[in-house]
């Protein structure tokens, strides 16, 4: 029963992760936008902008380490389209992808950076957006799921320990095993049903 709480609190621990790096990406790419209007290159503008990113996220910051490699890959001369592609990859944001296709195309053909990554950030920030209203419609139901998957355990550990004897036979025949056992599996799927139904995808 352990590894399966412990897999349910790392499935909550990285989408907080990625809402995170959502926020910095976007404030990232706002960063790049900014350095592009004032006449940067774009190589310019992503080695600017790690420095601007390090001054709003210090060392807490989750993007920085992958922008600072990124800049080095490009500084050793691989395409800038090919790092950004390995950092969009890196980070997993289906926008950051998005937005390394292309700007390989736009490498190759010509085209605005300036408002293709700002079309970009305005994106993610939208998303980010329904995101947290979602986040709020659905806290109360979250919480109600919280306490209805503690309480069976609740109530197990009280029986247990003040009428140990009521549930004996639960636990010290096959049939009583078996039934148990059925019952946290079930226990356990209906816990991944109730999270699925308050977790929607933007």
């Known amino acids: 029963?352990?590894?399966f709480w412990y897999k349910l609190a790392m499935d909550e621990k990285q989408a907080k992760r990625k809402v995170s790096v959502m926020l910095e990406f976007k404030e990232y790419m706002m960063l790049i936008v900014a350095a592009l209007q004032t006449g940067?290159?774009?190589?310019?503008?992503?080695k600017q902008s790690e420095v601007e990113l390090k001054r709003l996220y210090s060392e807490e910051s989750m993007l920085l380490p992958l922008v600072h490699v990124?800049?080095?890959?490009?500084?050793?001369n691989i395409q800038l389209e090919k790092a950004f592609l390995e950092f969009a990859r890196a980070i997993n944001i289906d926008e950051a992808i998005s937005l390394a296709e292309i700007i390989s195309f736009a490498k190759r053909s010509g085209g605005n950076y300036?408002?293709?990554?700002?079309?970009?950030?305005?994106?993610?920030?939208?998303n980010l957006g329904v995101k947290q209203e979602i986040e709020t419609i659905t806290t109360e139901k979250r919480l109600e799921l919280k306490v209805m998957c503690v309480m069976p355990l609740g109530i197990l550990a009280y029986i247990s320990l003040t009428s140990s004897s009521f549930i004996a036979p639960l636990?010290?025949?096959?049939?009583g095993v078996a039934i148990m056992t059925a019952c946290l599996v079930a226990y356990g799927l209906l816990i991944m049903l109730g999270r699925r139904i308050i977790e929607i995808d933007v």
Not at 70 to 76: A, D, E, L, V
Not at 114 to 126: H, L, P, S, V, Y
Not at 171 to 175: D, F, L, Q, V
């Open 40 to 46: 940067y290159s774009l190589e310019k503008a992503l």
């Open 114 to 126: 300036g408002k293709n990554i700002r079309d970009t950030a305005i994106k993610i920030e939208e």
């Open 1 to 3: 029963m352990i590894p």
């Open 70 to 76: 990124m800049n080095q890959k490009i500084g050793m």
């Open 171 to 175: 636990y010290k025949n096959a049939m």
